[in-house]
C-alpha cells in the first residue's frame, strides 16, 4: 500500500472506531452534564446493549429474511430495552443519592457498574460470543480506499444517531429543560420543570445510544464479551474530556477526535497497537493538564 | 447543604449494639485494656495455631495495611481512587526488579519503591487534582489498567509472566521464609499503619483534610490550600500502598500483572467503604470482614462478588456513613 | 496609604455586568460599610477580594500588593479573612475544631511532624488551641466549645464563624451581612462586638449589610453600589440624604405614581 492508502484506510477507521466513542461519550457527558455524576456504569450498559442485540438477533434471525432488517429491529429493540434498564438504575441507585455527598453516588455508581459486569460473567462464563449476523464482509474499492458494506453502514448509522440526538437536544422542549436542569436544578423544580422526568429521559437516550454503539461494535468487531465496556468506557470519557465534558457536541467531536488519533497514533514507530491503551491514556492527562475545559468548554465561574 | 443522617443506626438491632460498643470504647480505660487483650492474643496466636490460619492471618494484617492507606485518601481527604493496585504493583515491582535482576538487598529497595510511588502519585494527581476532585476515580481508574498493560508489554517486568526469584528479606540474621515470620512481619506493620493513621487523623493535616470534606470554599477561606493538601493525602496514600506491594513482593517471591487487577482495588475500596470511609476502627472492621468472608464462603465463588456489590449498593442507600457510627452530639475528645 | 484599594474593579458574567468600575479604598482601623439593594453585586465584590471570582477588570491592592489572580488561601494567609453571608461552617466538627481551622495557614506542621510529634510540632499544636480558644472566648461561646458546630442555635453559629475567622489572625476582616437573621438585642452586641473587634484587635472591618440602622450606627463611612455601580459614599447622613440613594432603594417617585 502506498501511505496515501495507509493514510485514506486509517482515516476511515479512525472515523468508525470514533464514532462508537462518540455514542458512548455522549451518555456520559449527558449524564454529568445534569446530574454531575461520573456514570461507571455507562461502560456497563453498552456492553449490556451489545449482548441483548445478540439475544433479540439470535431469536430473530430464523424469522427475518433480510439481514440488514434484522439488525435494524434489533438495534431498535436493544435501545428500547437497554434505554429503560438505565432508567431502571437511575431510578433505584441514584435518585435517592441526589442530595448526598459526592462520593456516596460516585460509589453507587460503582457498585451498579460491578452488578451489571459481574452478571453478564456469569450468565456467559467469561466466554467471548460470536456476534453473527450473516452480513457480508466481502471488500470493494472506492478509489483508493478498502470498504465492505457492513462498515460504510455502520458509519452512516453512527452520524444517523448523532444528528438526531444533536435535533432532540436543539430542538425539542426536553432538551432546552436538560440544559436548564444542568444550571440549576431547584430553580427548575420550582419553574414546575419534572426535573426526575428529565433526569430520566436523559439516562434513557444516553444508555439507548450506548446500546446502539454496543451493536454496532458488535457487528463491526463480530464479537462481544463481558469485558468489552472497560476499555471504550475509559475512551469514551477521555473523548468526552476532549470535547468538554457535559457538552454534548463536544462528545461527539472528541470520540471523533480520539479515533483518529488512535488510528494515526498507531502508526507511529515505538507505539504501535500493544501500547495504543496507553497512549490514549497518556493523551487524557496531557488534555487535563493543558486544557481541562475541553475543545468546545468555557471556564465557568461558580456561584457561591 | 447536605446533611447526612446520622440516626438510623438507632432503628435497628445491630446498631444499638455497635452503639454501646462505641460508647464502651471512647472511654480510655477499658479501650487500652482490650487493645492490650487483643494484641497479646494475636502476638501468641502463631504458638498454637495451623500454617493454614496463619496465613489467613497475615493475609488479614496486610489487608489493614493496605485499606488504612486508602483510607488516607478516600476516608480522610474524600477522593475516590480506584486503581490503588497500580500503586502497589509499582511498590511490587520496584522492589522485585531491584530484587531478582540487580540482587539489590529487600530493605534498601523499600526507599526506592517510595521514590517510584510519589513520582506516580504526583504524575496522576497533580494534574487531576486542579481540577474536579471527581475527575480522579476515572484518572485512577485509567493509571490502574495503564500499570497493568506497561508491566506486560515491557521486558523487564518479565512481561505475562512476570518476575520470579525475589529475595527474601534478612532480618538480624535470619531469612524471613516461614509463614510465621511474615505473620509477625505484616502484625508489626499494621499496628505502625494503625499508629501512623491516628496520629495523621489528630494532626494539622488530618483536620485540613477533614475541613477540605466538609466544605472546600469554606476551607480555602480558610487559608488551606485545598490543592495541595488533596494531593499530600493522595501520595502518602499511594507511599502506603507501594510499601505494602513491596512487602506482598517479598512474601511471594513471584509476581505478574495478574496479581493487580481492578479487582483488587475494588475489594481495598469496598473494606474502606463498608467500615466506615475515614474512621480508623471500622476500616480495620472492614478490612476484616472482607478477608474472612470469603475464607468462610467459598462455595458461592463467582456470586460472591454480585453480592458483595449488592451490598455496596444497599449500604450507599441506607447507611452511607458505613458499619460503624458517626460521632455526634457532644464529643468529649481533644 | 489605604490598607485596600480597589481600583475600577470590573466583573462580568457572560454579558451581565455584575461589578462595574468600582473604585474604594478603606483606611486601616476603620469600619467601612457596603450597601446596595438585593443583587446589587455586594458578595460579588467580596468574593472578587478573596480570591473565588476572577475580575474581569481593574486591580485590587491590598497593604501594597495586588490581589488579582491570587487564590483564596494566599489572600487568607496575607492577612484578609471573611464570613459567608449563608452560614458556611464545618458542620458535622466542634466549635473548636471549627476555629483552630483558622489557625491552619499560621502553621506548617507535615507529615513527620504530626506521626512523630516532634517538638515543634507539640508547641505548634499547642499554640493552636491557645488561639482557638481565646478567639472563641473573645466572641463569647467558649463554653460551647466542644458542640457540634450543627448542634448550635443560629445566632452562636454565626459566631462561630466570627472566631474562625478572627483566628486567622487578619489584619481586614469582611463581614458579609452579618446582622441577618439575627434579633435586635443581638444586632446590639454584634454592633458592641465589632468595636471590641476594631479597638482591641486593631482589625480594620469591611462590612456588607443590609440592616441601615446597624450600618449607620457602626461605621463611618458607607459605600452605596447599585447594578455594581458605585452611586454614593460618605457619611450615615450624607449617604441617608443623597437623591441617588433614595431612588435605588425606594425607586423613582414618578414610577411609583404611574403604578
Keep these: 500500500m502506498t501511505s496515501w492508502e495507509i493514510f485514506l484506510q486509517q482515516l476511515f477507521n479512525g472515523l468508525l472506531v470514533g464514532s462508537f466513542y462518540g455514542l458512548v461519550a455522549i451518555g456520559y457527558s449527558m449524564v454529568y452534564g445534569i446530574i454531575k455524576l461520573l456514570n461507571f456504569a455507562h461502560a456497563d450498559i453498552y456492553m449490556c446493549g451489545a449482548f441483548s442485540g445478540l439475544i433479540i438477533l439470535g431469536f430473530l434471525n430464523p424469522y427475518v429474511g433480510n439481514e440488514w432488517l434484522g439488525i435494524i429491529i434489533a438495534l431498535l429493540l436493544s435501545m428500547v430495552l437497554v434505554g429503560l434498564l438505565g432508567v431502571v438504575i437511575q431510578r433505584v441507585a441514584y435518585r435517592p443519592m441526589l442530595k448526598a455527598p459526592r462520593l456516596s453516588i460516585l460509589i453507587t455508581a460503582l457498585a451498579v457498574s460491578m452488578i451489571l459486569y459481574n452478571t453478564v460473567l456469569l450468565m456467559t462464563q467469561g466466554q467471548y460470543k460470536p456476534f453473527t449476523t450473516g452480513l457480508t464482509h466481502e471488500s470493494f474499492y472506492i478509489g483508493a480506499l478498502r470498504m465492505t458494506e457492513t462498515r460504510m453502514v455502520l458509519l452512516l448509522a453512527a452520524l444517523v444517531l448523532m444528528f438526531l440526538l444533536h435535533m432532540f437536544i436543539t430542538r425539542t422542549m426536553y432538551g432546552k429543560a436538560m440544559r436548564a436542569i444542568a444550571l440549576d436544578r431547584d430553580t427548575c423544580q420550582l419553574m414546575g420543570v419534572n426535573v426526575y422526568m428529565i433526569i430520566a429521559i436523559t439516562f434513557f437516550v444516553g444508555s439507548a445510544l450506548a446500546a446502539a454503539a454496543g451493536i454496532m461494535a458488535g457487528v463491526y468487531y463480530g464479537t462481544v464479551h463481558f469485558f468489552m465496556g472497560f476499555l471504550i468506557g475509559l475512551k469514551a470519557f477521555t473523548a468526552a474530556v476532549i470535547g468538554g465534558i457535559g457538552i454534548i457536541p463536544g462528545a461527539m467531536l472528541g470520540g471523533l477526535l480520539l479515533g483518529l488519533l488512535e488510528a494515526f497514533g498507531t502508526q507511529i514507530p515505538f507505539i504501535g497497537s500493544s501500547w495504543r491503551d496507553v497512549f490514549t491514556f497518556v493523551f487524557l492527562i496531557l488534555f487535563l493538564i493543558f486544557k481541562p475545559n475541553g475543545l468546545l468548554g468555557r471556564i465557568e465561574s461558580e456561584r457561591m | ?334 | 496609604m489605604a490598607l485596600l484599594e480597589i481600583k475600577d474593579l470590573t466583573l462580568r458574567f457572560g454579558g451581565l455586568c455584575a461589578v462595574n468600575k468600582l473604585s474604594l479604598e478603606i483606611e486601616e482601623g476603620s469600619i467601612r460599610s457596603l450597601i446596595g439593594p438585593n443583587g446589587a453585586g455586594k458578595t460579588c465584590v467580596f468574593n472578587c477580594l478573596t480570591g473565588f471570582y476572577k475580575p474581569s477588570d481593574g486591580d485590587m491592592i491590598f497593604m501594597g500588593e495586588s490581589l488579582v489572580k491570587r487564590k483564596p488561601h494566599i489572600i487568607t494567609y496575607k492577612g484578609m479573612a471573611r464570613t459567608f453571608q449563608n452560614l458556611r461552617l464545618f458542620q458535622q466538627m466542634t466549635v473548636f475544631e471549627n476555629v483552630m481551622s483558622g489557625m491552619h495557614c499560621r502553621s506548617s506542621a507535615g507529615f513527620i511532624g504530626a506521626v512523630l510529634r516532634t517538638g515543634s510540632q507539640k508547641l505548634e499544636e499547642k499554640k493552636i488551641r491557645e488561639v482557638a480558644e481565646e478567639c472563641l472566648d473573645f466572641v463569647g461561646i467558649l463554653d460551647k466549645k466542644y458542640y457540634m458546630a450543627k448542634n448550635l442555635p443560629y445566632g452562636d453559629q454565626r459566631r462561630v464563624e466570627w472566631a474562625r475567622a478572627l483566628a486567622t489572625q487578619p489584619k481586614l476582616l469582611l463581614l458579609d451581612e452579618p446582622a441577618a437573621g439575627l434579633n435586635k438585642e443581638e444586632k446590639s452586641r454584634l454592633i458592641d462586638l465589632m468595636r471590641r473587634i476594631r479597638d482591641e484587635r486593631k482589625i480594620t472591618i469591611f462590612l456588607i449589610e443590609h440592616d441601615m440602622g446597624l450600618v449607620m450606627k457602626v461605621s463611618e463611612k458607607i459605600f452605596v453600589i447599585d447594578y455594581g455601580v458605585k452611586i454614593a459614599e460618605g457619611e450615615a447622613k450624607e449617604v441617608q440624604d443623597n437623591p441617588r440613594v433614595i431612588e435605588a432603594y425606594l425607586g423613582k417617585e414618578e414610577e411609583e405614581d404611574a403604578v
Excluded at chain 2, 487483643?38 to 494484617?61: D, G, H, K, V
Excluded at chain 2, 463498608?274 to 474512621?279: A, P, T, Y
Design chain 2, 1 to 334: 447543604m447536605a446533611e447526612i443522617k446520622n440516626n438510623s443506626q438507632k432503628n435497628t438491632p445491630v446498631g444499638m449494639i455497635v452503639e454501646q460498643l462505641y460508647l464502651f470504647f471512647d472511654n480510655k480505660v477499658p479501650r487500652y485494656l482490650v487493645m492490650s487483650a487483643m494484641t497479646a492474643f494475636l502476638i501468641y496466636l502463631p504458638l498454637s495455631s495451623s500454617r493454614f490460619t496463619q496465613e489467613i492471618m497475615a493475609n488479614l494484617f496486610f489487608y489493614v495495611v493496605v485499606c488504612l492507606g486508602l483510607n488516607i485518601i478516600v476516608g480522610f481527604a474524600g477522593l475516590l481512587h480506584l486503581g490503588y493496585a497500580a500503586f502497589f504493583a509499582v511498590g511490587a515491582y520496584t522492589t522485585g526488579i531491584l530484587s531478582s535482576v540487580y540482587g539489590v538487598n529487600f530493605w534498601l529497595t523499600l526507599p526506592f519503591s517510595i521514590i517510584a510511588a510519589v513520582i506516580a502519585g504526583l504524575a496522576i494527581g497533580a494534574p487531576t487534582l486542579r481540577l474536579r476532585g471527581d475527575y480522579l476515580a476515572i484518572v485512577t481508574l485509567g493509571f490502574g489498567e495503564i500499570i497493568r498493560l506497561t508491566v506486560r508489554n515491557l521486558e523487564i517486568t518479565g512481561g505475562a509472566i512476570g518476575l520470579i526469584g525475589i529475595q527474601r528479606p534478612v532480618l538480624f540474621g535470619v531469612v524471613l521464609n516461614q509463614i510465621t515470620h511474615f505473620y509477625y512481619l505484616f502484625f508489626i506493620l499494621a499496628i505502625i499503619a494503625i499508629f501512623v493513621s491516628y496520629r495523621l487523623h489528630d494532626s494539622r493535616l488530618g483536620r485540613a483534610w477533614e475541613y477540605i470534606r466538609e466544605d472546600e470554599d469554606a476551607a480555602s477561606a480558610m487559608g488551606i490550600n485545598v490543592v495541595s493538601t488533596r494531593l499530600y493525602a493522595f501520595i502518602i496514600g499511594s507511599a502506603f500502598g507501594a510499601l505494602a506491594g513491596s512487602l506482598y513482593a517479598a512474601k511471594m517471591t513471584a509476581i505478574s500483572p495478574e496479581s493487580f487487577m481492578f479487582i483488587h482495588s475494588v475489594m481495598i475500596l469496598l473494606a474502606v467503604v463498608l467500615g466506615g470511609m475515614g474512621k480508623i476502627p471500622g476500616v480495620i472492621l472492614g478490612a476484616v470482614i472482607v478477608t474472612l468472608i470469603p475464607e468462610l464462603s467459598r462455595d458461592i465463588g463467582q456470586f460472591r462478588l454480585i453480592i458483595f456489590a449488592v451490598l455496596l449498593l444497599i449500604l450507599m442507600l441506607y447507611r452511607p456513613q458505613g458499619i460503624w457510627p458517626e460521632r455526634q452530639g457532644i464529643s468529649t475528645k481533644l
